[in-house]
């Protein structure tokens, strides 16, 4: 990891310390290994040789090179070295909800767990965090030292009070204008219609779209009691009720959301998967990289 900065403040930096460690164990200990990339493949014109590193399909040694160094070499082809992750991230105030930890906590996570993946495959990867609107939007690069300098956006980016998912997705679809993979980490919660639209603006560039929508297992069984007061994260305001009467129609609603959700993804060939904060990173990525087979 790069040097600490002067400029950051102690808990900061301890913060993005561990949060690069979290996603370095997960990856180096579960993921890479275990998986080929889930996002290239190898196309038939060949580029360079890159150095084997664990996890690497061992079909793509080139023997001949291993017989006069004695070292391991991967015939790397033109897909390969062209591969860029796009990864756009949610910080908005509904994302600090959080039962057990707050989703946002959980995003970061996941996203620095998949940027250090993609490093470690040496592709390119970049990262767009927003909340109201684009905060910030970190070109590709396939240094390792990125990852650190990810952490620290994600650590300093302060909440905002409300979120316009849609118009945002279209701002980044503007923005992206090579073709990879779009990796959307949010809990969607916005106009339907608007979200779908985003997501549509991204695809009409040919991108390689997913969608992680991170959700808290009380949003999805509300298991209240009593009477409650409820605080609009988003300036939705103060509403004190007993859950017990509105339990049914809650759930009807979010779940109707969320199907309607991962249906337009669907129609969309975008790849949806829902994930909550209560399962370990490590293991929502390997459901995803065996789906991504």
């Known amino acids: 990891m790069a040097e ?24 180096e200990g579960t993921i890479v290994g275990q998986h080929r990339s889930p996002y290239h493949g190898f196309s038939v014109e060949f580029r360079q040789h890159r150095e ?3 996890g690497d399909d061992l079909r793509y040694i080139d023997w001949k090179v291993f017989g006069r160094t004695d070292r391991y070499f991967l015939k790397q082809y033109e897909q390969e070295t062209n591969f860029i ?15 057990q ?8 996570l996941l996203a620095a767990t998949l940027t250090y993946l993609i490093l470690t495959q040496r592709d390119s990867v970049a990262v767009g965090v927003f909340t109201d609107r684009v905060v910030d939007y970190i070109p590709p690069s396939a ?3 990125h990852l650190h300098h990810i952490c620290h956006v994600f650590e300093t980016t302060p909440p905002a009070e409300k979120t316009d998912v849609g118009a945002i997705l279209s701002e980044f679809a503007s923005r992206i204008r090579r073709r990879g993979v779009v990796l959307v980490i949010s809990d969607f919660f916005d106009d339907l219609d ?19 929508q991170i959700l808290d297992e009380f949003e999805q069984t509300f298991p209240f009691r009593g009477l409650i007061r409820f605080d609009g994260m988003e300036n939705e305001g103060i509403f004190r009720t007993q859950p017990e009467r509105i339990r049914r129609s809650y759930l009807e609603m979010f779940g109707r959301f969320c199907q309607d959700l991962k249906v337009g993804c669907q129609h969309m060939n975008v790849d ?19 789906r991504r087979q």
Do not use: C
């Open 52 to 54: 084997y590193a664990p």
């Open 143 to 145: 240094s390792p030292a």
């Open 272 to 290: 949806y998967q829902q994930v909550l904060t209560t399962r370990p990173v490590d293991a929502a990525l390997h459901e995803f990289l065996a």
């Open 85 to 99: 992750g796009h990864i756009l991230v949610d910080l908005s105030e509904s994302m600090r909800y959080g039962s």
């Open 194 to 212: 608007k979200v779908l639209n985003g997501l549509q603006y991204l695809k009409f560039n040919r991108h390689d779209l997913i969608a992680f």
């Open 101 to 108: 930890q707050p989703k946002a906590e959980y995003a970061k």
């Open 4 to 27: 600490r900065s002067r400029y950051i403040e102690p808990e900061v930096y301890n913060r993005v310390r561990n949060l690069v460690l979290r996603a370095r164990s997960i990856v």
